[in-house]
């Protein structure tokens, strides 16, 4: 297992979801990329701009239960994968006893930031890229650093489907489809 930290929110540029990007603490050039829902994006770019919510979100509501009942998250570790999906460990701290939970990686995360617990991955089962091979790829995925860019990347790739159906349909239509069929006149003879 080693140590990692959030260094960012990106967004796949094929599809759109967004991507957990965790970098490994003592190279961070070492990054380790999970796919996570959109959600749980904005839970964890609120907590890192800082932005202060009028009512506790999900996850400030998971941690005021965790701390009213007594306890702490110790960390967090991203720990196996099973049918493509990653599987993670939230480790709770109470009265000197470790309670283990199975978790969603982005949840996880998202706690860990909250109770500034370390993060831990099993390098063997999320796949390391180097951050210098990212930035020389041709593709580009588009950083995130707000809800509102989140957001906006999202409608703009809805509005980019609708416009990718709309060329299909025009790349299909024939002049024949605008031609006025002449009606079929049955007449009958006595």
Known sequence: MIQVKVKNIGLDSLTGSPILILADINNEDDVYLIWIGVSEAEG??????????PRPLTYDLMKNIIEDLGGTVKKVAI????????????????????????????????LALRFNA?????????????????????????????????????????????????RKLLENIKPEDFAIKPKNKDKKRG
Not at 44 to 53: F, N, R, W, Y
Not at 86 to 98: L, N, S
Request: glycine content about 2%.
């Open 79 to 110: 720990t196996d994968q099973k049918n493509n999906a990653y599987i993670a460990e939230i480790v709770i701290e109470k009265d000197g006893k470790e309670i283990i939970i199975d978790s969603r990686p982005s949840d996880a995360v998202n």
């Open 44 to 53: 964890i770019i609120i907590k890192q701009s800082g932005v202060e919510t």
């Open 118 to 166: 370390p993060i831990y991955l099993n390098e063997n089962v999320v796949k390391k890229v180097n951050i210098k091979e990212i930035e020389n790829s041709n593709r580009q995925d588009e950083e995130i650093k707000t809800v509102e860019d989140l957001e906006n990347y999202v409608e703009d790739q809805d509005k980019d489907k609708e416009m990718e159906e709309f």
